[in-house]
């Protein structure tokens, strides 16, 4: 069974940064893609970014892309978000998840694990 430990999240003026980890114990961590997703209120849970089992590999969403980055330190078992120029539509609840396969898909059935979430504020 995995377990996965969101940390980081908080309030942030716009234009700010924030750093996101996600530890995870249970299992050969290392051998899995990751990703992150968020949910805002009053919406679904949408996909921001994956990561592939060795790091060689990232995908973002649109909305995110060029601001924020994903990266992972599998000897820590942590996977990260480092986000930049934070807008206030970034404000959601923030999961980090386990993909079934080595690559990490960009919808939810892909994940087998989620964390609780780390909740991320942009203030305006």
């Known amino acids: 069974q995995v377990q996965l430990v969101e940390s980081g999240g908080g309030v942030v003026q716009a234009g700010g940064s924030l750093r996101l980890s996600c530890a995870a114990s249970?299992?050969?961590?290392?051998?899995?893609?990751m990703g992150w997703f968020r949910q805002a209120p009053g919406e679904e849970r949408e996909f921001v970014a994956r990561?592939?089992?060795?790091?060689?590999?990232?995908y973002y969403a649109d909305s995110v892309k060029g601001r924020f980055t994903i990266s992972r330190d599998n000897a820590k078992n942590t996977v990260y978000l480092q986000m930049n120029s934070l807008k206030p539509e970034d404000t959601a609840v923030y999961y980090c998840?386990?993909?079934?396969?080595?690559?990490?898909?960009?919808?939810?059935?892909?994940?087998?694990?989620w964390g609780q979430g780390t909740q991320v504020t942009v203030s305006s």
């Open positions: 998840a386990v993909d079934q396969g080595l690559v990490g898909g960009i919808t939810e059935s892909s994940y087998a694990y």
């Open positions: 249970g299992r050969t961590w290392g051998s899995y893609g």
């Open positions: 990561i592939t089992w060795n790091g060689g590999s990232t």
